[in-house]
């Protein structure tokens, strides 16, 4: 029915204006999520100071739709039937002297249910939606934009490893 009357007002020439929802996004350490309400909350990554930003927790909403991003893709609903994403816990990588990574030492994890996301780092991609913030993507993170990260030298290459983790602290503050 949209399309047929989308397409007389072509045909009879009157201007149509559509409003496009600007997609926003920002990086931080899921720490709470409410399955009854939807929504979920993050505590954002503060690239300035290099840190999370505990006093400054953000509530979004999600809906059956929205796309979690690990090793693969799912919907939140996926869960539901079974679906399983999959990770990497990424421990060390390894570079080169020109600083290229070779090698990639983790172990790959099984994310079974929507609340093993609680203190992982992620992308969280959102429109406004009637007032509210509604999540369309949870992008799973390995590190934060200049985020420090450790670094050791490998006894057995002479290599450059870096230490990471995509999990995170979760203290939010009042």
């Known amino acids: ?57 953000q509530l979004f909403i999600y809906a059956d739709s929205t796309r979690i991003i690990g090793v693969n893709t799912i919907r939140v609903a996926d869960f539901r039937t079974g679906k399983v994403l999959k990770g990497f816990k990424i421990e060390k990588m390894e570079r080169d002297k020109n600083g290229h990574i070779s090698n990639i030492a983790g172990t790959p994890i099984d994310i079974t249910e929507l609340s093993k996301l609680i203190g992982r780092k992620a992308k969280i991609s959102w429109v406004n939606k009637e007032d509210k913030r509604l999540c369309e993507e949870i992008k799973l993170s390995h590190n934060f934009p200049g985020e420090s990260l450790s670094t050791t030298t490998s006894p057995e290459t002479g290599r450059s490893q870096v230490v990471m983790s995509n999990e995170c602290e979760c203290t939010i503050q009042k």
């Open 1 to 57: 029915m949209k399309i047929i009357i989308l397409a007389l007002l072509i045909l009879i020439g009157l201007p149509i204006i559509v409003y496009a929802q600007e997609t926003q996004a920002i990086m931080g350490c899921i720490c709470r999520i409410d399955q009854t309400k939807q929504t979920l909350n993050i505590i954002p990554w503060d690239s300035k100071t290099k840190s999370l930003d505990s006093s400054n927790s």
